[in-house]
């Protein structure tokens, strides 16, 4: 079984930073598809961003310009630096990975973005 760690959330006034990490328990080289998603209170869940292949990434609107998607494939890791944030940016954040058979999540990070 999979698991997927995130962290780097927490509490944020607007137009602050975050990095947001997510490891996982197997090695990401062979993964294509990965991306961040969030969900607010009272929302349903939505993509931030993802890898579309081994190098190209695909953003939500809202954040492009503000957040970018990275990964370290020899830490098994992959990153949402996001910068600007704004109070709607509030919400869980999970990291999906699409590979090793599976559709996997990990448990989320909460991000708020407040004064």
């Known amino acids: 079984q999979v698991q997927l760690v995130e962290s780097g959330g927490g509490l944020v006034q607007p137009g602050g930073s975050l990095r947001l990490s997510c490891t996982a328990s197997?090695?990401?080289?062979?993964?294509?598809?990965m991306g961040w998603y969030r969900q607010a209170p009272g929302k349903e869940r939505e993509l931030v961003a993802t890898?579309?292949?081994?190098?190209?990434?695909n953003y939500a609107d809202s954040v492009k310009g503000r957040f970018t998607i990275s990964r370290d494939n020899a830490k098994a890791t992959m990153y949402l630096q996001m910068n600007s944030l704004k109070p709607e940016d509030t919400a869980v954040y999970y990291c999906?990975?699409?590979?090793?058979?599976?559709?996997?999540w990990g448990q989320g990070t909460q991000v708020i973005v407040s004064s």
């Open positions: 999906n990975v699409i590979g090793w058979g599976t559709n996997n």
């Open positions: 197997r090695s990401i080289f062979s993964i294509a598809r």
């Open positions: 890898f579309t292949s081994y190098t190209r990434t």
